[in-house]
């Protein structure tokens, strides 16, 4: 810029970085009613939680009788997947506590030296067959979901619950055909729902989820598949107090009675 | 600088737009692995994804010209009652999120969606087909076309249109020789715009289709799903679609001088 700009031009470039500034204080926090802990102030008494979306119903109630049991403490929560939620804490997220749906991802971000401590299992799920509450394709196996014409949605081998699906198959010996391999489970419950698809393997938490709208099959191999839950506080947390009573909250018994009235099994 | 001279203000202010678009791109391709950058783009899966992503876009592009161009036409050169509303409509899927998108499809084409019943009486099952991602993409990619090719109709107006027709061209002659030259460029450029559209199609797709290698897994859907355990792969198959797509615009930009001469000769013949 050179120097013959006026004084109104100077004000103009000036509101500029003033407005965009605006811009991003506004909307930096998280949301009107929760406190920012993400400063490098610690705020204490708030824990921001970031929990795989399996979690969603578990982990709501949880925070509220947390909250109830801690009065003056705030959990904020952040569901995604997990695979999600690992990325957004490497890239430097502002969360204080990771639960993940399998261990892998919580290795992943030990090894980026991201955790306080060792992760503590909390929780573990298996797989189930579900089918559209009419089962229109007459599902009533693993087998069945094999047969040809059946649609089959599974979920793809990147992601955990496609891992557990590829052991289930060898363990049964059952070789399915998907007609899709989803990236995530809520993606093949959603073509179940939708009546799209004739079967799909999903979580025993997720047909419980579902309610009426699919019916359960229970795959006897998928007991030996078992998906472990870890949750960890992170070396950033803001209030590492907090965080770490928050992670024994839910490794307590209070929780275990939340987490298993929503179909998940003991760590 | 070239041009009339622009208040100060609004080069920072286009400056700030243009950095805010471009720092992500660098950003992206910072992150790229280039030793293996190679490899990582034409490993089986990602060729896959992208021969089905070029082979869906293009069929939902011909879709999209074959009935966008008739559209286009009705909305800008007739008028009747409810057509501000119809247009509306048309428009809709540009600003739907794509995954309402999807759900639309498939409560209209899905197994139990409106049409569903019929066309399974038809013979025809469209589930996790990749006819499935054709309509998706063709869904999201029409307003486009529609939209520029409407916008540069009325701006071109019908005064050659008339002039041709008093000469006794028919409606098909003045469509063919005066309307279409002279809408050329915004034709090109609408088309190429519902191309790159469909090319990164993701939400409908991921809704209504499913993600099956080679059926249904596009790139964006390769992408997403190489995102949970292989990032480096995910990075470089999206650095190859920005490049892709800048070839897409690039071509339509060069196309553009043609068009315009195209134009001129369509008046001319048309005058």
């Known amino acids: 810029m050179r120097g013959s700009s006026t004084g109104r031009d100077r004000s103009r470039a000036v509101a500029l970085p003033v407005l965009l500034s605006a811009v991003v204080l506004v909307t930096a926090g998280r949301s009107a009613d929760a406190p920012d802990t993400g400063g490098a102030v610690s705020d204490s008494g708030s824990v921001t939680v970031f929990a795989a979306a399996s979690l969603r119903d578990s982990f709501t109630e949880l925070a509220r009788q947390f909250e109830q049991e801690n009065p003056g403490t705030r959990v904020v929560l952040t569901f995604a997947g997990s695979s999600d939620l690992a990325t957004q804490i490497s890239e430097g997220a502002p969360a204080d506590v990771f639960a993940s749906a399998d261990t892998r991802t919580m290795a992943r971000l030990q090894d980026d030296g991201r955790l306080a401590g060792d992760p503590v299992d909390f929780a573990s799920n298996t797989l189930e067959l579900a089918v559209p509450p009419d089962n229109p394709a007459d599902i009533t196996s693993l087998a069945d979901a094999a047969r040809p014409g059946v649609k089959t949605v599974v979920c793809a081998q990147q992601v955990p619950c496609g891992a557990a699906t590829a052991q289930v198959e060898e363990l049964s010996g059952v070789r399915l055909s998907p007609v899709s391999e989803e990236a995530s489970v809520t993606d093949v419950l959603g073509k179940i729902t939708s009546g799209q698809a004739d079967a799909g393997l999903v979580y025993a938490t997720d047909v419980q989820r579902a309610g009426e709208a699919v019916l359960g099959i229970g795959v006897p191999e998928a007991a030996d598949v078992v998906n472990t839950y870890p949750i960890a506080f992170l070396t950033d947390a803001a209030d590492p107090d907090a965080a770490r009573s928050f992670v024994d909250f839910v490794a307590g018994p209070e929780a275990r009675v939340v987490l298993e009235a929503a179909g998940f099994g003991a760590g | 600088m070239t041009g009339r001279a622009l208040p100060r203000w609004v080069l920072v202010l286009a400056a700030g737009g243009a950095l805010f678009v471009i720092l992500p791109v660098v950003a992206m391709a910072l992150r790229v692995d280039w030793p293996n950058f190679l490899a990582l783009v034409t490993s ?228």
């Open chain 2, 44 to 271: 089986g899966s990602a060729r896959a994804a992208l021969l089905l992503s070029l082979r869906t876009s293009l069929a939902a592009t011909l879709l999209c010209v074959v009935f966008g161009i008739p559209m286009a036409l009705v909305l800008a050169r007739t008028s009747f009652r409810g057509q501000g509303l119809l247009r509306s409509l048309v428009l809709l899927p540009l600003v739907l999120p794509p995954v309402v998108g999807g759900l639309a499809l498939l409560y209209t084409f899905g197994r139990r969606g409106l049409l569903g019943g019929s066309l399974n009486a038809a013979g025809i099952d469209i589930a996790f087909s990749t006819a499935a991602v054709v309509l998706s993409q063709a869904f999201v990619a029409l307003p486009f076309l529609v939209l520029s090719l409407e916008g540069a109709l009325r701006t071109a107006g019908t005064r050659y249109e008339v002039i041709g027709a008093t000469l006794g061209a028919g409606p098909w002659t003045v469509l063919r020789r005066i309307t279409v030259p002279l809408v050329l460029p915004a034709l090109v450029s609408g088309t190429v715009l519902s191309f790159a559209r469909a090319l990164g199609e993701f939400g409908a797709t991921l809704t209504f289709a499913g993600s099956l290698e080679g059926t249904t897994r596009t790139l964006p859907l390769e992408i997403y799903l190489q995102r949970e355990t292989d990032p480096d792969a995910a990075v470089a198959l999206s650095l190859l679609l920005v490049v892709i797509a800048l070839v897409v615009v690039g071509i339509a930009h060069r196309v553009r001088p043609l068009g315009s001469g195209a134009v001129a000769r369509g008046v001319r013949a048309g005058g």
